[in-house]
């Protein structure tokens, strides 16, 4: 029940986000942002309230050690 209060507490950029990882599974900072949208510190204010919920893990991306990928690891309910 507090992970689902905390949740509806999120802005609505960070349920953006957290919708379009669901339905994505695993996506970089930049794709975030190009699919969004939205403004780079905008997306990167979402991932960090995800992440500080523990919705989404980041990533290594595989081929570019710089760039992180991110993937949605638990629902808030």
């Known amino acids: 029940m507090f992970a689902q ?3 509806l507490a ?3 950029s960070a ?3 957290y919708v379009l990882l669901k339905n994505r599974r695993r996506m970089s900072r ?3 942002i190009s699919n969004t ?3 780079p510190r905008t ?3 979402g991932l960090s309230r995800l992440k500080d919920l523990g919705l ?3 990533h290594e991306h595989g081929k570019d050690k710089r760039r992180a990928v ?3 690891i638990s629902a808030p309910m």
């Open 5 to 7: 209060r905390s949740f």
């Open 10 to 12: 999120l802005p609505p």
């Open 15 to 17: 349920k953006f986000l």
């Open 30 to 32: 930049q794709d975030l």
């Open 37 to 39: 949208f939205l403004p």
């Open 43 to 45: 997306v990167n204010y």
């Open 56 to 58: 989404i893990r980041e």
């Open 70 to 72: 991110y993937e949605l």
